[in-house]
């Protein structure tokens, strides 16, 4: 199927195994943006991606014009994951402003940067206001009852794999997603909800 979006922010939920890391994958790898700004802090992304991981500011810079930015903070920020998210988001913000097309920037397991109180600045920024510079938020998390609401509020696309805890459940109701059928989905197929126009669409990644 094809994985090219509209510019938007776009929220992807479902428990651990379930499909979600492989379908941010074809996301950006199906999608022509100006360029693709991943925060890799877990490894998950540039190794299946076949990316060279980007470890200083300088490393990000000499990789933008490839339109792949993987940023691995571990030498830059050693311990302190929160700086790095924090000096990233601000460094894409600035980027974004550099010059015209769709940013696509990516945040695996964006609950473990914030709560339903407290988000840093500069990822609601890049939520809330980097739309208007192009930018494409993509978030997956498997536990959306955790994550702030600067991001599920500003979320235009909601892509659903399967739960089954029941708090998250909830959270996803409360979206719009129906709570049924996002707990029956085969593990690999998910269902997705535009939060604008009201349109839902299914699909298989593996």
């Known amino acids: 199927m094809d994985f090219t979006l509209e510019p938007q922010n776009t929220l992807v939920v479902g428990m651990t195994g379930s499909g979600k890391t492989t379908f941010v994958n074809r996301l950006l790898l199906n999608s022509k943006p100006a360029c693709r700004f991943i ?8 190794p299946r991606l076949k990316l060279k991981p980007c470890y200083t500011a300088k490393d990000c810079e000499d990789a933008l014009p490839t339109r792949w930015v993987a940023f691995q903070p571990l030498r830059m920020f050693p311990g302190d994951t ?5 000096w990233f988001c601000h460094w894409v913000f600035n980027c974004a402003q550099r010059g015209p097309g769709e940013k696509m920037v990516c945040i695996p397991e964006v609950w473990r940067h914030c709560t339903e ?3 840093p600045v500069e990822l609601a920024l890049i939520a809330q206001a980097g739309r208007e510079l192009g930018t494409h938020l ?29 708090e998250s459940l909830r ?36």
């Open 39 to 46: 925060f890799d802090d877990l490894n998950r992304m540039w």
């Open 82 to 86: 929160k700086a790095a998210l924090r």
């Open 117 to 119: 109180d407290s988000i």
């Open 138 to 166: 993509i978030v997956d998390t498997q536990r959306p009852e955790q994550v702030n609401p600067s991001i599920t509020g500003a979320s235009t696309e909601l892509v659903c794999f399967k739960l089954i805890s029941p």
């Open 171 to 206: 959270a996803v109701g409360k979206l719009g997603a129906e709570i049924p059928v996002v707990q029956a989905l085969p593990v690999g197929t998910f269902k997705s909800y535009n939060r604008l126009s009201g349109g839902t669409l299914s699909g298989r990644v593996f």
